[in-house]
């Protein structure tokens, strides 16, 4: 248990269905980000939530809609979804460092992922 | 492109130590190195991350060359559970004002340990 966990483990859903991942962080983080990491690919940013402003849309189709109600809880709300977007979301939270390149070290925990399978 | 280069696997006997070397000739002087693994499916995980000193925690130590142009991940006594696919991240994009941090990970090193 790292501290960041998220639900569902797993998800099977059809392109016409509509579900969200849940992400949960229990410590004292103010910044949370989601990634996707596809197979055999490394992992690639989708959004950043800093003090639960989206501070970052890495270019992600409008079907991703991501949702910070406060700074412990983050959603993906998936909707309409293709089979590519098949992957493993991953959530991470890490404290706000001072903002400029290199100012401070930024570490960023990981929950342990939802495997999301698109038919 | 992740600025550093890794080998793409290693293999090391268990309860010798494992060594993962990571070159970064192109850092920058307050640019850190940060290490993370992955397990199989899971989340990465941190592991250490070093500026200029070799480091050491309960997990590994860092080597950095004086030069900060490579660096050396080492576990002392590597176990099975150790087998798992290692980053080594030098680039990491700060969205200014906010304090939030993206770093880029690259493809990593699978370090395999065999019984």
């Known amino acids: 248990e790292t501290g960041v966990t998220q639900t569902p483990r797993h998800l099977v859903m059809g392109m016409t269905n509509k579900k969200s991942l849940k992400c949960e962080q229990h410590l004292g983080h103010n910044a949370m980000y989601w990634y996707k990491q596809s197979a055999k690919k490394p992992l690639e940013l989708m959004f950043v939530y800093s003090l639960e402003e989206r501070v970052e849309n890495n270019s992600v189709p409008s079907r991703f809609s991501p949702e910070c109600p406060n700074s412990s809880h983050l959603f993906l709300h998936l909707h309409t979804l293709q089979p590519e977007d098949s992957a493993l979301y991953l959530c991470a939270s890490s404290h706000r460092t001072g903002g400029s390149l290199g100012s401070g070290a930024n570490v960023l925990t990981f929950g342990a992922g939802s495997r999301l399978t698109v038919l | 492109d992740a600025k550093t280069t890794q080998p793409t696997s290693m293999d090391c006997a268990e309860g010798r130590a494992a060594n993962l070397p990571c070159n970064h000739s192109t850092i920058s002087g307050n640019e850190y190195v940060y290490w993370y693994r992955q397990i199989h499916s899971q989340g990465p995980q941190y592991i250490i991350h070093g500026l200029k000193n070799n480091e050491t925690n309960e997990m590994a130590s860092l080597i950095i060359t004086e030069d900060r142009k490579s660096s050396t991940l080492i576990l002392p006594h590597a176990t099975l559970r150790d087998t798992a696919v290692y980053y080594c991240?030098?680039?990491?994009?700060?969205?200014?004002?906010?304090?939030?941090?993206?770093?880029?990970f690259g493809t990593g090193t699978r370090l395999t340990v065999i019984p």
């Open positions: 991240i030098v680039r990491v994009l700060s969205f200014q004002g906010t304090g939030a941090n993206n770093l880029f």
